[in-house]
């Protein structure tokens, strides 16, 4: 019986990567994104470039997804990844988030390249660290992160509309509890991946906590830590 499910599950992963659609493995943890992540972040998440949103949501939608979906200790969707030879939960959720962009900007999702270039990161890796450098570079074309970095951030442009967080504190005994609030700001000045954030609204605190800052108060972020509402939407 194990041996006849190993094969259906090999045969489903074949045919799966065959096509440009999501991988069967995938897509229940794809639609799950798409159907339960804020309007916002997936917007922010979608029209950045590719690698840009990668490594923007890398630390965000990247860390709950290998702590939410059992990436490092153990789950389905981790043993469907190793199944296609895939063993590191860095990759596996950067194989979900550039699945989730393509899917969002209806692009092929070309799983099998995705798999690819994440094998030959480690078999060059494991030459050494020149090798993997030349490899990185030859992949990662500083001219064309630039290029890329260069046209998320045009987005960035004055009186644009983010959505970021606040920190609120709760004073107690043995020292103090903090807690993100959230904030809608609007760009005063960005220079490079830093901004000026004039706060025009924000959300409920809770019972006991006191915000840092207020409406009207002038803050600095950087563009990693906030994301840019859909302008329909301001």
Same mark, same amino acid.
């Given at each position: ?171 107690? =005994? ?19 991946? =830093? ?40």
């Amino acid at each position: 019986m194990k041996k006849v499910l190993y094969i259906i599950t090999i045969l489903l992963i074949t045919i799966s990567c065959s096509k440009k659609s999501v991988p069967l493995g995938l897509r229940k943890t794809i639609n799950q994104m798409e159907r339960n992540l804020n309007d916002t972040i997936k917007y922010d998440f979608k029209i950045a470039p590719e690698e840009v949103a990668g490594t923007k949501h890398h630390f965000g939608l990247g860390l709950d997804l290998r702590n939410g979906k059992g990436l490092w200790r153990g789950s389905l969707l981790k043993t469907y990844f190793r199944l296609n030879g895939i063993w590191h939960p860095d990759d596996m959720s950067s194989i979900i988030l550039t699945t989730f962009h393509r899917r969002l900007n209806d692009k092929p999702i070309q799983f099998k390249k995705q798999k690819k270039h994440f094998k030959e990161f480690w078999k060059v890796s494991s030459i050494g660290e020149d090798a993997k450098s030349i490899w990185w570079k030859k992949n990662h074309p500083e001219k064309q992160t630039d290029s890329l970095n260069q046209i998320y951030l045009s987005y960035f442009y004055k009186d644009r509309l983010v959505l970021g967080s606040v920190v609120a504190l709760k004073k107690r =005994k043995n020292g103090a509890s903090l807690i993100d609030v959230k904030m809608i700001g609007q760009i005063i000045k960005r220079n490079d991946w =830093k901004l000026k954030i004039k706060i025009i609204k924000l959300g409920k605190v809770e019972d006991g906590f006191e915000l840092w800052e207020k409406v009207n108060d002038t803050i600095e972020s950087e563009t990693d830590s906030v994301y840019l509402i859909p302008i329909t939407q301001e």
